[in-house]
DNA sequence: TCAATTTATTGAACTAGTTCAAGAATTTTA
DNA sequence: TAAAATTCTTGAACTAGTTCAATAAATTGA
């Protein structure tokens, strides 16, 4: 099977052998994914780990005004999953919709727990690579905490040229925290400085 | 070595026996940690794991105009670290101050390195707990998108009524993103409908 | 291809939270 | 235990971002 990026992916947090990637890679399906089409919704038991080789997908909550929250994106090379849910076994409070027509490479629960036991050295990629999420999410809340809008906006369209390219204003609004309308609003200031 | 709260924290997440809970503990030594003091300051490479046995630390970073964002507390039974700075050996830009008089167990580096080595459970052990982190920082992200200021602040009290109780309004509030100033006019409402 | 739907823009009125300043209360230090 | 330092409170003026409403632009669907 084709895998070739989730195998690059993989190797920049642990040296596996060629025999190593290809037993994990075994364990992982394809499936392609229209646009608008969900992979989970939220209170249904997430039951799979996703790769996305191709598309985008946004991940978001529903809050308790009923709006719409995008708690991330993920494109190329990125993982959607709801962790809680997926090794908790209990109902998701995620929502994943693809945005894109999408391929993306999935382990079912049973699968990623034969993977832990056959190769331990998963249970340290995966360590790694949540270690690496943790930063990342306490670096992002610190930005929430210390940029302002504007500062926010830029910081995204700057980091994820290609996401914010993707997307429409309304679904950046919603990553940001702030409202479409003023997205807008930034949009004209920054256009007028050029 | 005394590390029954080390002992009962990790067995909440993996099963061990209590061999392999001794074996894990041998590597944590203690140390007293007085009020005011840094285990930690920005810039420098975080060689050490702690755990909290008693007391409180506040961890924080400097933003872009000089002020101390609280980025969490840490009393009995959490966590002090820096995983990018003490996996990859690089600066922190986090700072753990002491803000009582605490103790703590602590690993180091290659004491970590040798348990991972040692016993592949400690690996899935740490998975575990990177991925409950992984799940809180997404939860606080999107309470902090949907809930105002007075919310959070009700939030926090009513979660971590004991934390909130030993730190200062200012703490709070740094750590809600939010200023001394309207905390007090928070409290000051509070207290009114009461 | 055209109608329907969603998204984007704009402005005016508003509000949650900030800033500044000053005094009161509490904590720390010596 | 007094002095110094920090924290807390309060009010007035302000501002970043919201809400609402209406129109324009873009996208989707049959």
Redesign the pocket.
């Known amino acids: 099977m084709e895998c070739k990026s989730l195998k690059a992916h993989f190797s920049r947090y642990v040296d596996l052998t060629s025999s190593e990637l290809t037993l994990i890679c075994e364990n992982y399906q394809q499936k392609n994914v229209a646009?608008?089409e969900y992979i989970l919704r939220n209170g249904e038991i997430c039951r799979f780990e996703g790769f996305v080789v191709s598309g985008c997908f946004k991940i978001y909550m529903i809050d308790m005004?009923g709006n719409e929250k995008i708690l991330y994106f993920a494109a190329e090379d990125w993982w959607i999953m709801e962790i809680d849910s997926f090794t908790n076994q209990i109902g998701s409070s995620l929502n994943v919709q693809a945005i894109e027509d999408s391929a993306i490479l999935f382990i079912t629960k049973t699968a990623k727990e034969r993977l832990y036991e056959e190769l331990p050295k998963v249970e340290r990629l995966f360590r790694i690579m949540s270690q690496k999420a943790v930063v990342a999410w306490q670096r992002r809340l610190v930005r929430n905490h210390t940029?302002?809008?504007?500062?926010?906006y830029h910081h995204f369209v700057t980091s994820y040229p290609d996401i914010a390219m993707r997307?429409?204003?309304?679904?950046?609004?919603s990553y940001l925290?702030?409202?479409?309308?003023?997205?807008?609003?930034?949009?004209?200031k920054r256009?007028k400085k050029k």
Chains 1, 2 share one sequence.
Not at 147 to 152: G, V
Not at 167 to 173: F, G, H, L, R
């Open positions: 646009k608008g005004h940029m302002n809008a504007e500062q926010r997307v429409t204003n309304k679904q950046i609004a925290g702030i409202t479409q309308e003023f997205v807008s609003k930034i949009r004209k256009l």
